[in-house]
């Protein structure tokens, strides 16, 4: 284009020669200026449609020079074919689209054909000249024209083809991560003042199992289906996208509330979507735009409240946290105008009830006294009638979920104070969400000591069921300890329970979910309690134990060494402190059944120990004596619980081979590769130990699962000297049958 102007100015001068009437070069220059700028406002445009207008006006200002040009000229028509041929070549690459070629073309024509029309016919050689230009016009003109029109469309295709691949999601049909940041990027850009928008995050729910259990043809189905109702339940407008692997991103024309209630709308639309084990399900995280931020720190807000939704039980809608914890501002009811404490509990307004508190007590079982109360959160109508937990503690998309936690808080330590001993820890459950949250230990401990309670006595509960980052967790507890409130993880045994938890968080109490105290080892019907207490002792932390339903669970806590307990059996939750007489009573029984068991048991166990002992010992006598190891130990193998009957020496290796026993018959199953027991070393196990410990004592040990036979075993052990030096001789009996006693919690 810049080149055409050269050549009009050329053609420009070039008329001045001819010494006939012209229009004034001024004008004719002007027209070559307009070409000009006209040349460098191509690259700046922003469209194609400004483009293809800037390339019209170019073909028709040229026209019109062109006009002036050949103004009082003997033979204009000689003059402006060979022009207009060129300025005909020349404007087919300004022809982007295929809207432009059209529209640019026909005007071109349109204003070139009264041009050539009104000027004079040529004559004599003149007229062949021009006829020869125009019939090298026409066909040059038709073949350059459509030449570049069809390689200008078939570019035109293949970019616009790219370009809706390099932003489409070719399995779902969405745009993919990245046009959706640039189409967000550029909404945001363009919003009016006041306007709101809102982003949502989805993530199905399981993807992987799905994927891993049925294969990726079935997740592929089950991605499309849920592209399929996104495309079906949300506006023209609105901007959808597959953001990589499960999860898809929504930015919605609507403020925070409107939109968890679309979000909500989808959930409940893809909970309908089928897969081979169920229905399908999605969790959902919201967040309004807040003016001046980035598109990205609005998508982090959605995903964080899209992690709790998961955290939380996953198949739900989560909105945005506050940017800060607000402080918890509560409205109570049943306080006294003098400023005194109040005969009844407070309760606070939550959307049509109150909020009340309940107690349930902790006793310690060594100390057979209340030593701290578990504040328990209830709803209760104007009525009287308690509000269903489904419904008090139900999601509310729409609103910040740590608002009804921090407010219980709150609420809790106020009636704390009014109703529970000086002495007695309070303890508060805290979702991870209000436990990680910046700014609130120091804002809980101003709400403690605002209500006379000083941290120390407050014992935050972790729910441990719920999930959350243990690193986070593990920063926060380091904080609230700074303010002296005690750490405590609850449902230890449900949920995300694991060690590693715990020996990086380091609560002081570890609360044992129900179930564990109902646990029991399978085959021998033992329960596991007094070995999990133990192993929480040696971590260095004090051991609760809920759900204390029954006499036999509260002796069975009592026998375990449990520090304290918890449950129906010790003190329902209730609105007041019951006093703790009978409670007292029922812990002194536990202590007075264990100590009147603790020796009958002991003699059951060494009644059914015995006759293996003195077996034992007969068949060592015999041994030494000479008498072959399977004849030695014959009548010992007989005995209904012998496994087997083995000599090791001083390293614990097996010397010679085993004589099996009766019960050596019943099979080992899965532990085969491990069944047979020569060339293993046994002198790290107690039975060797303490056989050395006592040389010539019978020793027996406490029940152990046994590597060889995979069931519960005793074994029976004695150290003695023999010609070839140290060993230890013995049996393993098979301590699986559930008639046969165990040793007390303390012996094993």
Known sequence: MAFTVVAFIAFACARSLDAGPAVPLVWRLACAIVLALLVVAIPRTKSTWVFGGIGVAYTLVLLAGLALNVVGLAEPLLWALPAIVVVSVCAA????????????????????????????????????????????????????????????????????????????????????????????????????????????????????????????????????????????????????????????????DAALRPAAQLAETLRAAIGRIARPDGQLSASFGVAEYRPGESVMALLDRADEALLRAKYSGRNRVCAERATLVDPVRLTWSHVREDGGAASQPIRQQWDDFWLTSHFQPLYSLSHQKQVGFEALLRGEREDGAQVPPVELFSPKPFTDQGELDRTSHALHLSNARRLIPDDAWVFLNILPATFVADGYPDQLAEIAQSAGIPPERVVLELLESHGGSVDDMSRAAGQYRDHGFLIAVDDFGAGHSNLDRLLRIRPDLVKLDGELIRAKSPGADQPILPKLVSLLHQAGMLVVVEGVETTEQLILAVESNVDFAQGYLLGRPAPSVTPPDAVHRRIDHAFDVIAEGRAHQHALF????????????????????????????????????????????????????????????IDGGSLHPVANPRDARWDHRPYFRNAVLRPGVPITSSPYLSLASGRPCIAVTVALQSATGRCVVGAELDWSLQRLPWPTAEHW
């Open 93 to 252: 690459p300004l022809w982007l689209t295929p809207a432009h070629f059209w529209i640019g073309t026909a005007l071109f024509y349109a204003a070139g054909t009264p041009l050539l029309l009104s000027l004079p016919d040529p004559r004599g050689d003149v007229s062949v000249v021009c006829w020869m230009w125009i019939l090298i016009a026409v066909p040059t003109s038709a073949v350059f024209h459509f030449g570049f029109y069809w390689f200008r469309r078939n570019h035109f295709l293949l970019e616009d083809r790219l370009a809706r691949l390099a932003a489409t999601d070719p399995l779902t049909g969405l745009q993919n991560r990245r046009a959706f940041l640039e189409q967000a990027a550029l909404r945001l850009s363009k919003l009016d003042s006041g306007a709101k928008v809102s982003a949502i995050f989805l993530d199905i729910d399981y993807f992987k199992s799905l994927n891993d259990q049925f294969g990726h043809a079935v997740g592929d189905q089950a991605l499309s289906d849920v592209a399929r109702v996104l495309k079906e339940l949300t506006a023209a407008a609105d901007i959808v996208s597959r953001i990589g692997g499960e999860e898809f991103a929504l930015l919605h």
């Open 606 to 665: 060494e009644s059914e120990v015995r006759p293996y002992r003195q077996a034992l010992d007969a068949g060592v006598d015999a041994w030494l004596k000479g008498v072959p190891l399977n004849d030695a130990f014959y009548d010992l193998a007989q005995m209904e619980l012998c496994i087997s009957c083995f000599v090791l020496d001083d390293t614990g290796r097996q010397v010679g081979h085993e004589v099996p026993g009766r019960a050596s018959v």
